[in-house]
Nanobody, 123 residues
Framework: QVQLVESGGGLVQAGGSLRLSCAAS????????MNWFRQAPGKEREFVAT????????DYADSVKGRFTISRDGAKNTVYLEMNNLKPEDTAVYYC????????????????WGQGTQVTVSS
């Protein structure tokens, strides 16, 4: 079972930036896909971005495309989410997620999860 530890959340003003990190305890075939999800108060958890340990392809939710960048450092087993031009509607708990390639990437019901890190964007 992979352990995921997120860090880097905080309070930032609108237009600011934050970088989230997710350290994974192991990398296996069943955890080749690394995702970021987020959950705002009163809302369902939603997909944010995805990347694989193998390859370089990435994908993003439309709401963050052009502002957020997901990347990985294989040597450190760490995935990052660079968030720029943050908006108040980006306020949420951000979760790191690891899953197999055989399950839907954007479905919030699969894989292993970190404890989450709070991101708050003030207007």
């Amino acid at each position: 079972q992979v352990q995921l530890v997120e860090s880097g959340g905080g309070l930032v003003q609108a237009g600011g930036s934050l970088r989230l990190s997710c350290a994974a305890s192991v990398r296996t075939f069943s955890t080749n896909v690394m995702n970021w999800f987020r959950q705002a108060p009163g809302k369902e958890r939603e997909f944010v971005a995805t990347i694989r340990w193998s390859g370089t392809s990435t994908d993003y939710a439309d709401s963050v495309k052009g502002r957020f960048t997901i990347s990985r450092d294989g040597a450190k087993n760490t995935v990052y989410l660079e968030m720029n031009n943050l908006k108040p509607e980006d306020t949420a708990v951000y979760y790191c997620n690891a899953r197999s390639t055989i399950v839907p990437i954007r479905d919030g019901n699969f894989g292993s999860w970190g404890q989450g890190t709070q991101v708050t964007v003030s207007s």
